[in-house]
């Protein structure tokens, strides 16, 4: 069972209160780096990946993000955006992608890495800007960004058309170890 869909199986059993509000946190922390990263400053190029900086408003400190952006091949007008960043206590990695709205919510969002099968995971919250679905990467999920050549993320617009974001791994390790 991969992180995704670890996640989700434990957003369903209930989780102890103490790690639901750390996931609450998370996810508020997430959605200020989430805004700040993808119109902040490019920092670094690693392939086709990018670190993005920026310090949100009421910030005591500049956030970054290893940070890429996807169109789909048949659709230039639906695009992905994936945001992978660690938390102000540097123990958690957090891989935030935002989907476009209209996305069918129940269906979530698929992953699959060099065609294998990762998992599943659900979306958080729809804002003006798209749809984010939310996930703590594992040391499993991060070996797999980094040894993969292409990582594709899938949404559903109905519960029979879905949309295939492929994605260039290229860089990914060499982008996560320069991560602040």
């Known amino acids: ?23 609450l946190a998370v996810t508020a922390s997430a959605a200020l780096v989430s805004a700040a ?26 956030q970054c993000a290893l940070f890429q952006s996807v169109v789909a091949e048949d659709r230039a007008n639906v ?36 065609n294998a099968d990762v998992g599943r995971a659900g979306f958080v919250r729809c804002l003006p800007r798209g749809c984010y679905a939310e996930v703590v990467m594992d040391e499993n999920l991060i070996k797999q960004f980094r040894s993969g050549q292409t990582a594709t993320f899938f949404i559903f617009q109905t519960p029979e058309e879905g949309i295939g974001f492929p994605m260039s791994l290229k860089g990914f390790g060499d982008g996560f170890d320069k991560l602040p």
């Open 1 to 23: 069972m991969g992180a995704f869909s670890k996640q989700l199986a434990a957003a369903r059993r209930g989780l102890p209160s103490l790690v639901l509000r750390f996931v």
């Open 79 to 114: 695009g992905l955006t994936v945001l992978v960043l660690r938390t102000a206590d540097q123990k958690t990695r957090l891989m935030r992608v935002q989907a476009p709205l209209g996305v069918l919510l129940p269906a979530g969002l698929g992953l699959k890495v060099d």
């Open 37 to 62: 990263a993808a119109q902040g400053a490019v920092r670094s190029v690693h392939a086709d990946w990018q670190i993005r900086c920026e310090t949100p408003p009421g910030a005591q400190s500049e």
